[in-house]
Structure formats: C-alpha cells, structure tokens
T-cell receptor
Framework: GESVGLHLPTLSVQEGDNSIINCAYSNSASDYFIWYKQESGKGPQFIIDIRSNMDKRQGQRVTVLLNKTVKHLSLQIAATQPGDSAVYFCAEGGGKLIFGQGTTLQVKP | GAVVSQHPSRVICKSGTSVKIECRSL??????MFWYRQFPKQSLMLMATSNEGSKATYEQGVEKDKFLINHASLTLSTLTVTSAHPEDSSFYIC????????????FGPGTRLTVT
C-alpha cells in the first residue's frame, strides 16, 4: 500500500550545523512532495516542495533533494537555528496528501 | 495571504455530547477543505475531503455518522464530533485549497479536543 515514512524519529544537532532529514516513499506515481514544519500545538507550516520531474530545489536555508531511483526525499537545513526545533513531516501529493511519521529536530545551543 | 483559522483552539466536552469545530479561510475562497486528525507524537491522518456544496468524502475507517462535515460556503467548513468519547480526544486540523493543485493546502492552527 501507499506509505511515506521517515528513517529517524529524532535528530539532534548543534546550533549552526547543517541538518538533514530523510524520508522514504513507496508510491512511485506520486508527482509532488512537500516538507512541513510543525511546532508543538500548531498546524503544519509549508517549508518547500518539489515536483517529481526535479531532483533538487532550494529555498531560503533549505534544500530538498529527490531521488526517484530509490524513492528517497531529504530536507537539508543550513546553519540550523534554535527556531528550527520542531517536528518535520514529508508528504506525498497526488489526489490528496499522505503524511510521513515525522522527525523531531532538536537544536542544541 | 492564504490564512486559515479554526475555532475553538481548545475544547473540553463530556462523553456523549457533541462538539463543533469551525474552519475558515480568511482571505481566499476554499473550494475544497480537508480534515485531519493527529494523535500525540503521530502523523496527520486524513479523515475527509469536502467540496463546497457537496457531500464530504470520507477516508476508509472514518465513521461519517460520527464525524459530520459541512462545507456550506466557500469560506467555512465545520466538523461535528457527535456522541464524543474519550478515544475521540485528539488534535483536529483543517486545511483549505483554493482549487488549484490538491496538494496546495493551507493549514489551520488546529483544535485540541479533550473528551472527559
């Protein structure tokens, strides 16, 4: 069945370091992938998206990489800041969004 | 732009009662709205998709008679949890789409429901 999953439930990084959050998906027909940030008690916040016909997209301090060969998606955050601490979800877009299980990013000062 | 609000942000109700949650798109017309449920430390699970003026489409395993969804206008959708039980306690999140791509959704801040 369809599933979008994450490799690690928690990632702890030092402030200023780069963070890499990974995601695996199983539906090769998905044509759109999105990363969301969710702070405690709040709704998801859009970070960046990528279409299936691309392999890389950059935003402000963030980069998403898509490897369709191994069905892998990653989110790179440069110079991680304390405000980046949150749960990060990847989601697979087709007719509807399918969310992965989430990775908690902890930024140590 | 693209702001979605939810009301209330938190609600506590007694077991057996019903509670209504509102989802509003404040600065755009939402032809489609989505309702998700999120249990602690878990992911968002889609409950249903509603299009303005038509019946909601529920995901497998979601009881349509228990979770009543109304999308009567292009800016408002409501979710009513009927005969609530403690296991319905969860974080309910709505999102709205302006009719573009279905994955271009704008999320509300969520409603924390606690059933005692």
């Amino acid at each position: 069945g369809e599933s979008v999953g994450l490799h690690l439930p928690t990632l702890s990084v030092q402030e200023g370091d780069n963070s890499i959050i990974n995601c695996a998906y199983s539906n090769s027909a998905s044509d759109y992938f999105i990363w969301y940030k969710q702070e405690s008690g709040k709704g998801p916040q859009f970070i960046i998206d990528i279409r299936s016909n691309m392999d890389k997209r950059q935003g402000q301090r963030v980069t998403v990489l898509l490897n369709k060969t191994v069905k892998h998606l990653s989110l790179q955050i440069a110079a991680t800041q304390p405000g980046d601490s949150a749960v990060y979800f990847c989601a697979e877009g087709g007719g509807k969004l399918i969310f992965g299980q989430g990775t908690t990013l902890q930024v140590k000062p | 732009g693209a702001v979605v609000s939810q009301h209330p942000s938190r609600v506590i109700c007694k077991s057996g009662t019903s509670v209504k949650i509102e989802c509003r798109s404040l600065d755009f017309q939402a032809t489609t709205m989505f309702w998700y449920r999120q249990f602690p430390k878990q992911s968002l699970m889609l409950m249903a998709t509603s299009n303005e003026g038509s019946k909601a489409t529920y995901e497998q395993g979601v009881e349509k008679d228990k979770f009543l969804i109304n999308h009567a206008s292009l800016t408002l959708s409501t979710l009513t949890v009927t005969s609530a039980h403690p296991e319905d306690s969860s974080f309910y999140i709505c999102s709205a789409s302006s009719g573009g791509l279905p994955y271009e959704q704008y999320f509300g801040p969520g409603t924390r429901l606690t059933v005692t």
